[in-house]
């Protein structure tokens, strides 16, 4: 058996063996307000309940293991005590993982990842409306386990209010497994879907995304193309130039076609299968075309 004493390995290393070792894990997609009252949003995949009188849920915003830099959602929460713990589920994920960019302070993520933002009943930070399950907490105490890189901050909340949204419930009232659809996160870029098994999804780029916000009106508001869809177009750090366009039209005369047909459904609809084989430069070269 391959052992490992911490002491003998890279933080990041051993980062690695531990997400692949603990899953699946919840996530916690986390909205706070900084002290000037702009809205971050965040996904932490260190989170579980741990009590249900009071009723408590723990994540932690660690410190990055590169660098020893803290997140903006751990920097608001030292200023602030109040957070929203959004559950997410499959229709969401894609969307969420872009929320995960490294985009600068004062950035609304809410934006960026193409959620909605809905006002909380009892907190000042903002619920995310696609959620299945929305927890306003107030944060009890925070627990630092170290000052170096990959350390700990735990962020342990009461739980003030939750918000479930009906769709989700069974004959009696409660939380049917099934139609809450939720995801789980594992080691790498994999996660688990309930009942469905394993799936990936690609980190965000290490450079910036442009955001579902920098996606223009009339697709980003398409019938067709889902939220999931509009994240993976939105994780990207450019749009296609005329030229790049024109040359893949000229090799792709089933897409030239659908252009020249004008079906914005069928264009839609097109772009979808790219992007469902991983293939967002070739769905934007298609959805730009003219």
């Known amino acids: 058996m391959f052992s490992i004493e911490p002491k003998d390995v ?3 290393k051993l ?14 997609f986390a909205s ?6 702009r809205p971050n949003l965040s996904p932490f995949s260190f989170f579980n309940v741990f009590g249900s009188n009071p009723p408590v849920l723990i994540f932690s915003p660690a410190r990055r293991g590169r660098d020893n830099t803290t997140k903006h959602t751990y920097e608001n929460l030292k200023r602030t005590d109040e957070v929203v713990i ?3 589920n499959f229709d969401m994920v894609q969307q969420m993982s872009l929320s995960s960019t490294e985009y600068d302070q004062g950035v609304n993520e809410f934006e960026k990842a193409g ?4 006002k909380s009943d009892i907190v000042k930070p903002f619920r995310v409306a696609e959620s299945p399950v929305q927890f306003e907490c107030k944060v009890h105490e925070i627990v630092e386990t170290g000052e170096q890189g990959g350390a700990g901050n735990l962020i342990i909340c009461h739980v003030l209010k939750m918000h479930i949204k009906e769709e989700i ?6 939380i049917d497994q099934h139609k809450i659809d939720q995801v789980a996160r594992m080691g790498g870029n994999w996660y688990t879907r309930a009942n469905m098994g ?3 999804v690609p980190k965000p780029l290490s450079t910036l995304g442009i955001g579902v916000d920098q996606i223009p009106g009339n697709i980003r508001k398409s019938k067709t193309l889902t939220g999931n869809d509009l994240g993976k177009l939105g994780n990207v750090e450019a749009l296609p ?3 790049e366009i024109e040359e893949f039209l000229n090799e792709n005369r089933e897409d030239k076609a659908l252009i020249e047909e004008g079906d914005i459904e069928k264009i839609h609809k097109k772009a979808q299968q790219y992007l469902e084989k991983d293939e967002p430069a070739k769905a934007w070269k298609l959805l730009l075309a003219k």
């Open 86 to 88: 959004n559950i997410v």
């Open 169 to 174: 419930l069974d004959e009696n009232g409660y």
């Open 115 to 118: 959620l909605t933002m809905l």
């Open 10 to 12: 890279s933080v990041g």
């Open 241 to 243: 130039i005329k030229e």
């Open 198 to 200: 394993m799936f990936e």
């Open 15 to 28: 980062h690695q063996y531990l997400l692949g070792a603990v899953g699946p894990r919840p996530i916690a």
């Open 32 to 37: 706070t307000l900084d002290e000037n009252g």
